[in-house]
């Protein structure tokens, strides 16, 4: 199982790079925006969005430690270019 300490963006990684001697531990984001399995892509566009945020972790309902996935804003353009035809 994969429990959810925090994550770390690409950002994150770059700052990193520049303090190389700090603990992984010191850049780990620890508030995040979730949604569950079970909700629309929509509410998830709006979540994005409104949080201003390029991630959203998807995390079990009965337990939030449990990460089942991410879903981000570059896999919402993806699936729209899926779905146009002649695309």
Do not use: H, Q, S
């Not at 992984?24 to 925006?33: A, D, G, H, S, V």
Request: aromatic share 6%; no cysteine.
């Amino acid at each position: 199982k994969k429990l959810l300490v925090g994550y770390l963006t690409l950002n994150d990684l770059k700052k990193m790079l520049r303090k190389k001697d700090l603990p992984t531990e010191n850049f780990l984001k620890t508030n995040y925006t979730k949604i569950y399995p079970d909700r629309t892509v929509r509410l998830a566009m709006d979540r994005l969005a409104k949080k201003k945020t390029g991630t959203l972790l998807v995390i079990e309902r009965l337990n939030e430690k449990n990460i089942l996935g991410v879903f981000t804003k570059v896999e919402i353009v993806e699936a729209y270019k899926k779905a146009i035809p002649g695309e």
